[in-house]
């Protein structure tokens, strides 16, 4: 039996599925299930979508009564804020939208630079009076979460993540293996390919038809995300962004990290930690990775420099 592969377009990313040595009727019922799950997902947790859920939270006034999985999607959004000291911070959403992310960024892409006069000052004003993820009571036995009225998130910086997580629980559950998805490069990968050890591309992200790296899985099952700035960026009224916002100065990220990639035993923790890191820069980011068990991480800076946390050496194919 060979590799049977499909890609399909949802969440504003490409969704790609892999298996390997699995018969066809099978990979064609999981296939069919993942298409689904991807597409309640974004009904439901889409900020572009007028009535899903997260929508309508982010329209209410003060309260308002969630479904089970955004309570679980919530508390592990407040789990991971705590871990990485408010660096990973949901809160952004008012930033990304000033700057002119207030579309899906396939809509973006596809038009003029958006000429609308970009106001620092106003900018930051807007940013500091956001309501925080600090100050919002998560109230698990009544299903409700308790905000001030200017409290809106993004749940783009976990969402992927987060599917992906859900949906190999539910693939693992039923004993298949040797299988990869990947949402946009935030990727999970079980088993092998054939007889070989499946292998991860790292994007060189000044030219993205080419890698600078690969990554050999050694493991059974592995998570892999990795962020950058070279993909999702635009120019408001002659203001340069990128979608990674610093919670710090409610601006686009701005050092010499052009991307990270991360391992470690979640795809949403590695998604969440790609971003952190891309926001702390080489030092801190690191300091901050080599003090996580089970977690490493890949940066490429702006001469292309490759560095690497104290045992993601043993992953790297040479």
């Not at 590799?3 to 390997?20: L, M, N, P």
């Not at 998130?153 to 998805?181: A, H, P």
């Not at 340069?240 to 990220?253: A, E, F, Q, Y």
């Amino acid at each position: 039996m060979e590799k049977i592969s499909e890609q399909f377009r949802a969440i504003g990313t490409d969704i790609a599925i892999c298996f390997s040595g699995i018969e066809e009727d099978v990979v064609k019922k999981e296939i069919d299930d993942i298409k689904n799950s991807v597409s309640r997902f974004e009904k439901r947790f889409s900020r572009f979508i007028k009535d899903s859920e997260l929508s309508q939270m982010n329209s209410a006034c003060g309260r308002f009564q969630v479904s089970e999985e955004m309570l679980a999607i919530l508390k592990e959004v407040k789990k991971y804020h705590l871990e990485t000291k408010g660096v990973f911070d949901p809160t952004v959403l008012c930033a990304l939208e000033s700057v002119g992310y207030d579309r899906s960024f396939d809509k973006v892409i596809v038009e003029q630079p958006d000429k609308n006069e970009f106001s620092e000052r106003m900018h930051k004003e807007k940013f500091e009076k956001r309501g925080k993820l600090s100050e919002i009571t998560i109230d698990e036995k009544n299903r409700q979460v308790v905000f001030s009225d200017e409290f809106r998130i993004d749940l783009g910086g976990i969402g992927k993540g987060y599917i992906i997580d859900r949906i190999v629980q539910d693939i693992l559950s039923r004993g298949l293996e040797n299988f990869w998805i990947s949402a946009g490069g935030d990727i999970f990968l079980a088993g092998k390919d054939g007889d070989e050890n499946w292998a991860v591309g790292v994007q060189n992200p000044k030219d993205l038809d080419s890698d600078l790296a690969k990554i050999n899985v050694l493991d059974k099952n592995m998570s892999i995300a990795t962020s950058g700035v070279a993909k999702r960026k635009g120019v408001r009224g002659g203001f340069k962004w990128n979608h990674i916002i610093d919670p710090r100065t409610g601006l686009s990220v701005v050092n010499d990290i052009l991307a990270v990639t991360v391992i470690a035993p979640s795809v949403s923790e590695a998604d969440v930690f790609a971003k952190t890191v891309l926001i702390l820069g080489r030092e801190d980011g690191m300091e901050l990775i080599n003090g996580k068990i089970d977690t490493e991480c890949l940066m490429i800076d702006s001469d292309l420099n490759i560095l690497s946390s104290n045992n993601m050496e043993k992953y790297l194919i040479k």
